[in-house]
T-cell receptor, first 112, second 109 residues
Framework: DSGVTQTPKHLITATGQRVTLRCSPRSGDLSVYWYQQSLDQGLQFLIQYYNGEERAKGNILERFSAQQFPDLHSELNLSSLELGDSALYFC???????????FGEGSRLTVL | KNEVEQSPQNLTAQEGEFITINCSYSVGISALHWLQQHPGGGIVSLFM???GKKKHGRLIATINIQEKHSSLHITASHPRDSAVYICAVRSNTGNQFYFGTGTSLTVIP
């Protein structure tokens, strides 16, 4: 158990809909990262937050947004969903701005 | 062009064999990570390196910053080592992460 909690574990929705994925980092970790893993593109970095502030941005679509709240949990919002958004979404946390990563079990999103 | 290249893509070994997985990258980095992903999908971080060599049990990871190359070695491989091993680098400009496509390892008893 990494100590990182992601909910929901599985989510099935339709095209055009909006979903929110939630991540609670390990106790004391200030950094939260979001990654997408799809069959055709592999793992991709989406975004990092450190202590509530956006620190790094990767290949995150404009339809996607994220935030980190004062209690350090983070949410990834995916809107106007397309079939191609079906993927595993991982959250990871680290103690520092760039330390060892601890991954959650992932949220599997299926868009029908 | 992929910023991170891994080899081999697939690897089958007999139990007890010494295994090496290679990772080359093309960007300047602040750190390199070796990750393990089991068939169930969960990801575990094995190592974070910025220089030299690290060892955890039967796993050894090395990095050569000048050559932009890292290796992951598994000594005395075991069927429970069967997994996908992924190399990831964090760039030192913009703090982006780049991932290799992974090496699928199968260790046969």
């Amino acid at each position: 158990d990494s100590g990182v909690t992601q909910t929901p574990k599985h989510l099935i929705t339709a095209t055009g809909q909006r979903v929110t994925l939630r991540c609670s980092p390990r106790s004391g970790d200030l950094s939260v990262y979001w990654y997408q893993q799809s069959l055709d593109q592999g793992l991709q970095f989406l975004i990092q937050y450190y202590n509530g502030e956006e620190r790094a941005k990767g290949n995150i679509l404009e339809r996607f947004s994220a935030q980190q709240f004062p209690d350090l949990h983070s949410e990834l919002n995916l809107s106007s969903l397309e079939l191609g958004d079906s993927a595993l979404y991982f959250c990871a946390s680290s103690a520092l701005r760039g330390g060892e990563l601890f991954f959650g079990e992932g949220s599997r999103l299926t868009v029908l | 062009k992929n910023e991170v290249e891994q080899s081999p893509q697939n690897l089958t070994a007999q139990e007890g064999e010494f295994i090496t997985i290679n990772c080359s990258y093309s960007v300047g980095i602040s750190a390199l990570h070796w990750l393990q992903q089991h068939p169930g999908g969960g990801i575990v971080s094995l190592f974070m390196l910025s220089s030299g060599k690290k060892k955890h049990g039967r796993l050894i990871a090395t990095i050569n910053i000048q050559e932009k190359h890292s290796s992951l070695h598994i000594t005395a491989s075991h069927p429970r080592d069967s997994a996908v091993y992924i190399c990831a680098v964090r760039s030192n400009t913009g703090n982006q992460f780049y991932f290799g496509t992974g090496t699928s390892l199968t260790v046969i008893p």
